[in-house]
């Protein structure tokens, strides 16, 4: 075994057992609840924006943000928090997760989605799947079976198969808007990313009273994706992440540098084993993935309920609260 290795599985069992007690005993701030949320993250300029878009935005975030939080603030658990807000944000069509969601190459749908847990770090998560109203369920029953976490395309469809899961039609996912934006991405004949359109991916992290934190993304993927490509957001340590010990993480950008970086995991082991605190281990990572080429951000809440957002993007949808008083929402860089 290297060296490194060793000094790991000596470090990380030692840092579980500091990190919560010292945290608990020093930190008087400490939240006994918190949460964070986002609706995807890309290039936006105030000025192309306009105010009736931006008021819609704003109070669509605004709605999920307090729908999670009330469940958080009665003592329910980031879990529920967490699947609360993203089917929301799923059945609104602003946003790319659920009806809404961009569409694939050939103008069809296929919704990607994940979930975690840092208790047990427990992790479900479904790829290619467009029967399904609201596919953070699916993942979560995928979860919940516990014999497998990541499902895809029509294994996925048949394992929801008589689970009470509310079943779509194609047609009900999708809207005129984002049939422009495939007429559009197709006309260009190049496959390159388009920041206008990759807005919209949904994604919530929570910690609940009894200090569980939960972790959970949606999402279409990327516009005219083509050859079942699947992106990060169903891939747990990429685009979702959660350790009771150090954070958990939601991230939304171009997928395939999320993956490459393995956003979501470095990001709590940097917690974890460096004692960075969400801010700085979420920039670290997105300036990985800025290194790499890619764009996009994270939304963070740290075993201590403090909440981050990390993105290297003019824009990002997002929104958060806590058992402090904080409650706000964001959607340009320069708003922190
Ligand atoms: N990360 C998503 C994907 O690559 C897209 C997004 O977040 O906008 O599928």
């Given at each position: 075994m290297p060296h490194h290795s060793r000094l790991l599985r000596f470090l990380i069992p030692l840092c579980a057992i500091l990190l919560p007690a010292h945290a608990a005993a020093h930190d008087p701030e400490q939240a006994e609840w918190s949460i964070a949320i986002h609706g995807?993250?890309?290039?936006?300029?105030?000025?192309?924006?306009?105010?009736?878009?931006?008021?819609?935005?704003?109070?669509?975030?605004?709605?999920?943000?307090?729908?999670?939080?009330?469940?958080?603030?009665?003592?329910?658990?980031?879990?529920?928090?967490?699947?609360?807000?993203?089917?929301?944000?799923?059945?609104?069509?602003?946003?790319?997760?659920?009806?809404?969601?961009?569409?694939?190459?050939?103008?069809?749908?296929?919704?990607?989605?994940?979930?975690?847990?840092?208790?047990?770090?427990?992790?479900?998560?479904?790829?290619?799947?467009?029967?399904?109203?609201h596919p953070i369920l699916l993942a979560r029953a995928v979860m919940e079976d516990g014999r497998h976490v990541f499902l895809s395309g029509e294994g996925a469809e048949e394992f929801a198969g008589d689970r009470e899961l509310e079943r779509a039609d194609t047609e009900f996912f999708i809207t005129p808007?984002?049939?422009?934006?495939?007429e559009r991405f197709r006309a260009s004949e190049v496959a390159v990313e388009d920041d206008e359109h990759r807005f919209g991916t949904v994604g919530a992290v929570a910690r609940d009273r009894a200090g569980n934190l939960a972790a959970g993304t949606s999402t279409g993927g990327m516009t005219g994706k083509r050859w079942d490509r699947i992106g990060d957001s169903p891939i747990i340590g990429a685009g979702t992440y959660a350790d009771n010990r150090a954070c958990a993480v939601s991230a939304t950008g171009s997928g395939e540098y999320f993956i490459r970086a393995v956003v979501a995991k470095s990001i709590c082991d940097l917690m974890l084993l460096s004692g960075m605190g969400p801010d700085e281990a979420g920039d670290n990572l997105i300036a990985e993935v800025e290194e790499l080429g890619g764009s996009g951000g994270v939304i963070v809440v740290s075993?201590?309920?403090?909440?981050?957002?990390?993105?290297?993007?003019?824009?990002?949808y997002r929104g958060r609260a806590d058992s402090n008083g904080v409650n706000e929402i964001g959607i340009f860089a320069d708003e922190d």
């Open positions: 995807g993250a890309g290039t936006l300029q105030r000025d192309a924006i306009t105010a009736e878009r931006e008021a819609a935005y704003t109070t669509s975030l605004q709605a999920a943000l307090d729908a999670g939080a009330a469940i958080l603030r009665d003592g329910g658990t980031s879990e529920d928090a967490v699947l609360t807000v993203i089917t929301l944000l799923e059945d609104d069509p602003l946003f790319n997760a659920g009806r809404g969601a961009v569409l694939t190459w050939d103008g069809g749908i296929s919704h990607d989605a994940s979930i975690m847990l840092g208790a047990d770090r427990s992790a479900g998560a479904i790829a290619g799947v467009s029967t399904i109203r808007s984002r049939q422009e934006a495939l075993a201590r309920g403090e909440t981050a957002f990390s993105f290297n993007t003019s824009g990002m």
